[in-house]
């Protein structure tokens, strides 16, 4: 009852707002009516003397006036004009092809850990597998290169290794398309050295998505996968013919980890909330035996488990706690003390060590074969608590942390991080003027500075909320939005505040500097966008004026290129234009904008982009949306997880664009580097950033060949 009322309030405060929008907007009707009427009664005195000329001056009076001079899209019913600019003659007669340029990926940053386990791998070609989002990475370690499965088409869940080493089979979650229409989760079983999917596995047969998969130890010949359904469903596929051999519900409670046998194919264990089950498997028919705890605690969680040489199993808990389960009576035989708080993973070495993995005490300790200390360590407190762990070579392992990072070392050296990520929702993304640099922000508290050749963090420094981001153009500092309305400056070399500010109480949205760097717009929710004189090389900030006149918050802005005026959207789809120069004053007349160029295009309602958006979009489908530096291009990011890449000008319907997958959450950012040669995309919840290369059209490519591979947008309603 309460979520339906809480729908309700939020249906009416959506229809509120756009009557206000719809009152606003009729009330600079009206003004504009009052300001044009003189003038048409102007026009017409001149229509009706040149009337009595010759035939040749009256037609061409007549196709003068006749001559289309706006254009209307609707969003949510709600008409939006866009006027046609002066260079354009012919409106009807443009043609839109997909851009001379496409997208390839070039890195993924980030790694999910924070809620995934098991997910790291070390491979003998000297690549460390992970996922984020919906991409595979094979990472290479010592090279420090990238490549990427990318099949998947929505956030992989988990992952896991053939014994062969070669091929790896992951498992996504259940997603929807942009119509609303389920995509089914499935597992993909893969050649790690091509990349070439070989079977996909389960499609249909699963719910909401595959949180568990492992191969049998024999040969690898078949895999056992866990739904994310109720019943957490365990089923056996034969790998070879993509068939299912045998399905039995498990449990209703989380399952966290599944595994054949390493001796006996025919028996798989499977662990989690409260829980150790022993399944047999015969005849496609599986029997389970419950793990009795009998005179132990019985803890809340079974997080891992792992094979002892004799066959024994050894289970980490949420008592911090290692349990040694006779491989034959389903029972404890011994109960070792390992950790403070959980223990999150156990590894198994050659020999028979094993290492734990703890969660509080952030300690990685290597036991003997029969559970004896006899090494420990303990990570940095910034990576967080250790997710898994995979063994290198005996001595150097790769840790994965709950904080998203990957590191790299030895118990006698320490770690040092290889992979670094955001662990929250990230919205604030800009990219250093003229440095192969960028900064984003989010949800996580973190700002950090990236180099986009060295494909690594450069620094991170802890704030607020952070949600929006810009760069003074002399490239020395970078202004950062937050979300309580404070805003502040900060020195790249040093990243000490050079300057901060407080506008309003409600989140900042956009910050954007005028081209030559002497004012700082701040669009903020509370409906206002603030201006500051900008001196002493963007060290020091003073109030000049405030825009007001949106009847909804700010979502996006952009600069003319000579600095004097600016462009703005907001959150009830209304497009303005400010006079800055003359003290921030509103241009009531938004068709003398029409012919003004604008240093940057982010704003994702005007006319030089109207052919981005689908037909019966609600204004939230596209979150953000940049201009290429070059003008050639503007790259898209949408609700539905996609990145596409349109030609610019964009001003028609139906207008065909390149699409690019990769993310698995929406999209809430895109920013060209200085040179155009990358483009930068950010997740919202996946927590991944992509870099694409920018691959330009050579000897060979056509526009024609392009379009082949092309999308459309349905064409939204004009008039």
Request: with cysteine; charged share 25%.
């Given at each position: 009852?309460?979520?339906?009322?809480?729908?309700?309030l939020?249906?009416?405060?959506?229809?509120?707002?756009?009557?206000?929008?719809?009152?606003?907007?009729?009330?600079?009707?009206?003004?504009?009516?009052?300001?044009?009427?003189?003038?048409?009664?102007?026009?017409?005195?001149?229509?009706?003397?040149?009337s009595s000329?010759n035939?040749?001056?009256?037609?061409?009076?007549?196709?003068?006036?006749?001559?289309?001079?706006?254009?209307?899209?609707?969003?949510?019913?709600?008409?939006i004009?866009?006027?046609?600019?002066?260079?354009?003659?012919?409106?009807?007669?443009?043609?839109?092809?997909?851009?001379?340029?496409?997208?390839?990926l070039?890195?993924?940053?980030?790694?999910?850990?924070?809620?995934?386990r098991?997910?790291?791998?070390?491979?003998?070609?000297?690549?460390?597998?992970?996922?984020?989002?919906?991409?595979?990475?094979?990472?290479?370690?010592?090279?420090?290169?990238?490549?990427?499965?990318?099949?998947?088409?929505?956030?992989?869940?988990?992952?896991?290794?053939?014994?062969?080493?070669?091929?790896?089979?992951?498992?996504?979650?259940?997603?929807?398309?942009?119509?609303?229409?389920?995509?089914?989760?499935?597992?993909?079983?893969?050649?790690?050295?091509?990349?070439?999917?070989?079977?996909q596995?389960?499609?249909?047969a699963?719910?909401?998505?595959?949180?568990c998969?492992?191969f049998?130890?024999?040969?690898?010949?078949?895999?056992?996968?866990?739904?994310?359904?109720?019943?957490?469903?365990l089923?056996?596929?034969?790998?070879?013919?993509?068939?299912?051999?045998?399905?039995?519900?498990?449990?209703?409670?989380?399952?966290?980890?599944?595994?054949?046998?390493?001796?006996?194919?025919?028996?798989?264990?499977?662990?989690?909330?409260?829980?150790?089950?022993?399944?047999?498997?015969?005849?496609?028919?599986?029997?389970?035996?419950?793990?009795?705890?009998?005179?132990?605690?019985?803890?809340?969680?079974?997080?891992?488990?792992?094979?002892?040489?004799?066959?024994?199993?050894?289970?980490?808990?949420?008592?911090g706690?290692?349990?040694?389960?006779?491989?034959?009576?389903?029972?404890?035989?011994?109960?070792?003390?390992?950790?403070?708080?959980?223990?999150?993973?156990?590894?198994?070495?050659?020999?028979?060590?094993v290492?734990?993995?703890?969660?509080?005490?952030?300690?990685?300790?290597?036991?003997?074969?029969?559970?004896?200390?006899?090494?420990?360590c303990?990570?940095?407190?910034?990576?967080?608590?250790?997710?898994?762990?995979?063994d290198?070579?005996?001595?150097?392992?790769?840790?994965?942390?709950?904080?998203?990072?990957?590191?790299?070392?030895?118990?006698?050296?320490?770690?040092?991080?290889?992979v670094?990520?955001?662990?929250?929702?990230?919205?604030?993304?800009?990219?250093?003027p003229?440095?192969?640099?960028?900064?984003?922000?989010g949800?996580?508290?973190?700002?950090?500075?990236?180099?986009?050749?060295e494909?690594?963090?450069?620094?991170?420094?802890?704030?607020?909320?952070?949600?929006?981001?810009d760069?003074?153009?002399?490239?020395?500092?970078?202004?950062?939005?937050?979300?309580?309305?404070?805003?502040?400056?900060?020195?790249l070399?040093?990243?000490?505040?050079v300057s901060?500010?407080?506008?309003?109480?409600?989140?900042?949205?956009?910050?954007?500097?005028?081209?030559?760097?002497?004012?700082?717009?701040?669009?903020?929710?509370?409906?206002?966008?603030?201006?500051?004189?900008?001196?002493?090389?963007?060290?020091?900030y003073?109030?000049?004026?405030?825009?007001?006149?949106?009847?909804?918050?700010?979502?996006?802005?952009?600069?003319s290129?000579?600095?004097?005026?600016?462009?703005?959207?907001?959150?009830?789809?209304?497009?303005?234009?400010?006079?800055?120069?003359?003290?921030?004053?509103?241009?009531?007349?938004?068709?003398?904008?029409k012919?003004?160029?604008?240093?940057?295009?982010?704003c994702?309602?005007?006319?030089?982009?109207?052919?981005?958006?689908?037909?019966?979009?609600?204004?939230?489908?596209?979150?953000?949306?940049?201009?290429?530096?070059?003008?050639?291009?503007?790259?898209?990011?949408?609700?539905?997880?996609?990145?596409?890449?349109?030609?610019?000008p964009?001003p028609?319907?139906?207008?065909?664009?390149?699409?690019?997958?990769?993310?698995?959450s929406?999209?809430?950012?895109?920013?060209?580097?200085?040179?155009?040669?990358?483009?930068?995309?950010?997740?919202?919840?996946?927590?991944?950033i992509?870099?694409?290369?920018?691959?330009?059209?050579?000897?060979?490519?056509?526009?024609?060949k392009?379009?082949?591979?092309?999308?459309?947008?349905?064409?939204?309603?004009?008039?």
């Amino acid at each position: 009852m309460t979520s339906m009322m809480e729908v309700r309030l939020q249906a009416q405060e959506d229809e509120i707002t756009l009557l206000k929008s719809s009152l606003a907007d009729a009330l600079r009707k009206l003004r504009l009516h009052d300001q044009l009427l003189p003038l048409l009664k102007q026009q017409l005195i001149r229509s009706n003397r040149n009337s009595s000329g010759n035939d040749k001056t009256s037609n061409l009076g007549r196709k003068t006036l006749s001559r289309r001079k706006s254009i209307k899209m609707f969003i949510r019913g709600r008409p939006i004009t866009m006027y046609i600019p002066s260079n354009i003659q012919n409106y009807e007669d443009l043609k839109m092809e997909p851009p001379f340029e496409r997208l390839e990926l070039d890195w993924v940053y980030g790694y999910r850990g924070r809620d995934c386990r098991d997910n790291l791998y070390f491979l003998p070609s000297g690549e460390a597998v992970f996922f984020i989002a919906c991409v595979v990475v094979l990472y290479h370690i010592n090279n420090r290169t990238q490549r990427h499965y990318d099949k998947h088409t929505d956030c992989v869940r988990c992952l896991t290794l053939h014994p062969d080493k070669v091929r790896m089979a992951s498992g996504q979650t259940a997603g929807v398309d942009k119509d609303g229409k389920p995509l089914h989760p499935c597992v993909h079983i893969w050649d790690s050295t091509t990349l070439v999917t070989l079977q996909q596995i389960g499609l249909g047969a699963f719910q909401r998505g595959v949180g568990c998969v492992a191969f049998s130890f024999d040969s690898g010949a078949f895999l056992c996968v866990i739904d994310d359904s109720n019943e957490h469903m365990l089923s056996v596929w034969d790998c070879n013919k993509g068939t299912r051999h045998a399905e039995v519900k498990n449990t209703n409670e989380a399952v966290f980890c599944v595994e054949f046998n390493s001796n006996d194919s025919t028996n798989i264990i499977t662990c989690g909330k409260s829980h150790v089950y022993f399944w047999t498997l015969s005849a496609g028919q599986f029997t389970k035996k419950q793990g009795i705890f009998g005179k132990y605690k019985k803890p809340k969680f079974i997080q891992c488990f792992v094979f002892s040489l004799t066959g024994d199993v050894l289970t980490g808990d949420s008592e911090g706690n290692i349990l040694t389960w006779g491989k034959s009576t389903f029972q404890i035989m011994r109960q070792t003390r390992a950790h403070e708080g959980s223990v999150f993973t156990l590894c198994s070495l050659q020999g028979g060590a094993v290492l734990s993995g703890g969660g509080k005490d952030r300690k990685i300790i290597r036991w003997s074969a029969d559970l004896a200390p006899e090494r420990e360590c303990e990570i940095p407190e910034n990576y967080g608590a250790v997710r898994t762990i995979s063994d290198v070579d005996g001595e150097e392992l790769l840790v994965g942390t709950t904080r998203n990072a990957i590191l790299r070392g030895t118990f006698s050296d320490g770690f040092v991080a290889i992979v670094q990520g955001h662990m929250d929702e990230m919205w604030g993304l800009a990219t250093h003027p003229s440095q192969n640099i960028f900064i984003t922000c989010g949800h996580d508290r973190q700002v950090c500075l990236w180099k986009t050749e060295e494909h690594k963090l450069d620094w991170c420094i802890t704030l607020e909320y952070g949600l929006c981001a810009d760069f003074c153009p002399n490239g020395s500092v970078v202004s950062v939005g937050l979300s309580t309305g404070r805003w502040m400056v900060l020195d790249l070399l040093t990243r000490e505040v050079v300057s901060e500010s407080i506008d309003g109480n409600e989140q900042l949205s956009v910050m954007r500097y005028s081209p030559d760097g002497s004012f700082l717009a701040v669009g903020s929710h509370d409906n206002f966008i603030y201006i500051y004189n900008v001196t002493e090389s963007g060290r020091r900030y003073t109030r000049f004026g405030k825009c007001n006149g949106h009847s909804s918050f700010i979502t996006h802005l952009d600069w003319s290129k000579d600095g004097k005026y600016i462009m703005s959207n907001s959150g009830d789809y209304e497009i303005l234009y400010w006079d800055v120069a003359a003290g921030c004053k509103l241009l009531r007349n938004r068709f003398e904008s029409k012919d003004r160029e604008w240093a940057s295009y982010t704003c994702v309602l005007g006319f030089h982009v109207m052919g981005v958006w689908l037909e019966g979009s609600d204004g939230t489908d596209i979150n953000a949306l940049c201009r290429s530096h070059s003008e050639r291009m503007v790259a898209v990011a949408d609700d539905f997880c996609k990145v596409h890449l349109f030609q610019y000008p964009c001003p028609k319907p139906k207008a065909p664009s390149h699409k690019y997958e990769g993310h698995g959450s929406h999209v809430t950012n895109v920013c060209f580097t200085h040179s155009d040669s990358h483009l930068l995309s950010m997740g919202g919840k996946d927590t991944c950033i992509l870099q694409w290369r920018v691959i330009r059209g050579g000897p060979g490519d056509s526009r024609e060949k392009l379009a082949s591979t092309s999308t459309s947008s349905p064409e939204p309603a004009t008039s």
